[in-house]
């Protein structure tokens, strides 16, 4: 494919049939894993109620688009590709775009967000409205259909929290990655279960049923060789997905395996608890309702272990009002609504 840049014709647009003049958004969602790319037509009367389900035109995935973890030039790559594809599959060109949301995990101040504008506005048209985000922004959006207010817990390869008020303040905790200490999240929880099984058998740490289970999974006969394993490929999703064996170990009654789980859900609850204290979501007797977006695939229930319960029922006891969303359309689509609300009350302001 291609490199875009603005005024250039792609292979796959000189090749689109013409489908009339309906304009459209994009939006995505870009974390650690997989970046994904939805196109949606530009709803663009504020007043009516969204449509359920949302029209969704094109869905487009690719790989890691975290800067921090694949350099700037492969994660330009990734994201070019990923809505070069969204655009191909719904079969409208870049002359229909009206706005992009970017929501990347990896953009943590306004140097990287304008770093990223300037990069779009080299693929779009100058009448393309440009937002970049946070990953977590976008996630927030999937619960709240594009409204932000409130807090978002995501907890999957890596984790943070995110809130904001209906004026337009906004704080986030961890999110700094697992060298700085996301404890919580997937990488965070199996690397503790790694260690754990080092420690057993240095006599470190006591026996755990983590160092069977594991050693089998990965098909190794001996705890010296998740050394080699380890360092072989240290990707954050690649040991982030050893969770389900620490699940399982836990639910099969191993104490230290529910002790890196039981940790874990503290880590999280205090991320939550910090944002909302910071911006006072619980009014002022801290009883006041607000949405918790729950987000992520180690807060998905499990059979008895059930993470995202357990976090839910850690932060109610300080902060009852919080009512747990679980989100019904994903984040890319949360970028997609974002970018409408954002554009619409660009519009309206212009009136």
């Known amino acids: 494919m291609k490199r875009y840049r603005n005024g250039e014709i792609l292979d796959f647009e000189q090749e689109m049939p013409v489908l009339g003049d309906k304009e459209v958004i994009l939006g995505l969602?870009?974390?650690?894993?997989?970046?994904?790319?939805?196109?949606?037509?530009?709803?663009?009367?504020?007043?009516?109620?969204?449509?359920?389900?949302?029209?969704?035109?094109?869905?487009?995935?690719?790989?890691?688009?975290?800067?921090?973890?694949?350099?700037?030039?492969?994660?330009?790559?990734?994201?070019?590709?990923?809505?070069?594809?969204a655009l191909a599959?719904?079969?409208?060109?870049?002359?229909?775009?009206?706005?992009?949301?970017?929501?990347?995990?990896?953009?943590?101040?306004?140097?990287?967000?304008?770093?990223?504008?300037?990069?779009?506005?080299e693929i779009f048209p100058a009448n393309v409205r440009l937002?970049?985000?946070?990953?977590?922004?976008?996630?927030?959006?999937?619960?709240t259909l594009g409204k932000l207010h409130g807090c978002v817990l995501i907890a999957?390869?890596?984790?943070?929290?995110?809130?904001?008020?209906?004026?337009?303040?906004?704080?986030?905790?961890?999110?700094?990655?697992?060298?700085?200490?996301?404890?919580?999240?997937?990488?965070?929880?199996?690397a503790q279960a790694l260690t754990a099984v080092i420690r057993a058998y240095d006599g470190r740490g006591p026996n755990t049923g983590l160092t069977s289970i594991i050693l089998k999974n990965l098909g190794l006969s001996t705890p010296d060789e998740l050394i080699g394993w380890t360092y072989a490929d240290p990707s954050w999703a690649r040991i982030a997905a050893l969770v389900p064996l620490v699940v399982a170990c836990a639910e099969a009654g191993d104490v230290v395996a529910e002790k890196i789980l039981s940790d874990s859900v503290e880590e999280l609850a205090l991320s939550v608890k910090a944002v909302v204290q910071r911006l006072g979501l619980c009014g002022e007797d801290g009883?006041?309702?607000?949405?918790?977006?729950?987000?992520?695939?180690?807060?998905?229930?499990?059979?008895?272990?059930?993470?995202?319960k357990e976090v839910i029922n850690c932060i109610s006891k300080d902060y009852p009002g919080a009512y747990p969303i679980h989100p019904k359309v994903e984040p890319a689509v949360g970028a997609a609504l974002l970018a409408r609300n954002f554009l619409l009350k660009e519009l309206c302001r212009e009136l």
């Not at 009367?45 to 921090?68: E, K, Q, T």
């Not at 599959?89 to 504008?117: E, F, M, W």
């Not at 060298?179 to 990488?187: A, C, I, M, N, R």
């Not at 009883?287 to 995202?308: R, S």
């Open 131 to 143: 937002y970049v985000q946070n990953d977590a922004v976008a996630a927030l959006a999937s619960g």
């Open 287 to 308: 009883k006041g309702p607000f949405p918790l977006v729950m987000v992520g695939g180690v807060l998905e229930a499990n059979k008895k272990w059930d993470i995202g």
């Open 89 to 121: 599959k719904s079969g409208y060109s870049r002359s229909s775009v009206r706005a992009v949301c970017l929501a990347v995990s990896g953009v943590n101040h306004p140097t990287d967000q304008q770093r990223i504008i300037n990069w779009l506005r």
């Open 29 to 85: 969602d870009g974390g650690t894993t997989s970046t994904v790319c939805v196109c949606m037509p530009f709803l663009n009367n504020a007043s009516d109620p969204l449509p359920d389900p949302l029209p969704v035109l094109a869905r487009a995935v690719s790989g890691c688009s975290n800067h921090n973890s694949v350099g700037e030039t492969a994660a330009r790559e990734t994201l070019e590709e990923v809505m070069a594809d």
């Open 156 to 190: 999957g390869t890596g984790t943070i929290a995110y809130g904001f008020t209906d004026d337009g303040r906004e704080a986030r905790a961890a999110g700094a990655g697992p060298t700085l200490g996301d404890w919580g999240s997937g990488y965070g929880i199996a």
